[in-house]
């Protein structure tokens, strides 16, 4: 895998990765490839830093009608969220699982962390 | 699977992602698949909480682009600043890698060495290596 003459290194990366304003051509860069294929140059970074695809999270982000542009590293952090959002409620809902002294967690134990924890109060919108 | 139904709504994060996150928090615990569920729908629904506060922090601001700072405020003000630390942590490696990157490519512009010389010592490397290693 030669990184070696890279040269054709378009500027545009740098701004959005730097997540600079205003010159983001509409379109902020989506990687010339998908992220999550995971392929070769500079995708390949990316996925090694998020376990999550960061287009997937782009488009859910973009079906909002509000929300403006965003910068590859906000996708990026918001990614890194996600992750310690599912780690943050896997475990706060074992401990309701353990409570009940079952092995396997079920869906109530989410509900019970949910309604719970005041953070999560965003998401009882959720539960049937 | 993606949008065949073409309905954007319909957007989640692959199930094997999430499963495997889960996996990875309580290594010996068996979960539920409408468990599962569930916290694939919450994802959804917490990527959209977050990017519409850092939306509305970017409008407050003068900038027109969702930043990093804006993302890391919204976290703030939903009762997740406990992530920030994290957050912030990869937030630095990216900006190393990219940084990296920037100025992997400003050296050659630099060296003053012509893209040709510098492509045939490259091909003269590939090509020794590719014999020892073969």
Redesign the interface.
Known sequence: M??????P?PAE??SA???S??E?RGA?VEEKSQPQTGSTG?AV??SR?????LA??K??????P??????Q??V???A????????M???D??VY?QQGKR?????K??DNA?EAI??FA??E??LD | MASSSGNDDDLTIPRAAINKMIKETLPNVRVANDARELVVNCCTEFIHLISSEANEICNKSDKKTISPEHVINALESLGFASYITEVKDVLQECKTVALKRRKASSRLENLGIPEEELLRQQQELFAKYSCSSS
């Open positions: 030669a990184a070696a003459v890279e040269a290194v990366q740098d990765l730097c997540g304003e205003g983001t902020e500079p970074a990316h830093l998020s376990k999550l695809p997937r999270i488009a859910l982000m973009k079906t909002d509000d929300v403006s542009l965003a910068s590293e906000s990026f952090i918001i890194k969220a996600t992750e310690l959002f599912v780690e409620i896997a475990k809902a074992l699982a092995k396997t967690l079920q869906r134990d989410l949910i005041d953070e965003f998401l919108g959720t």
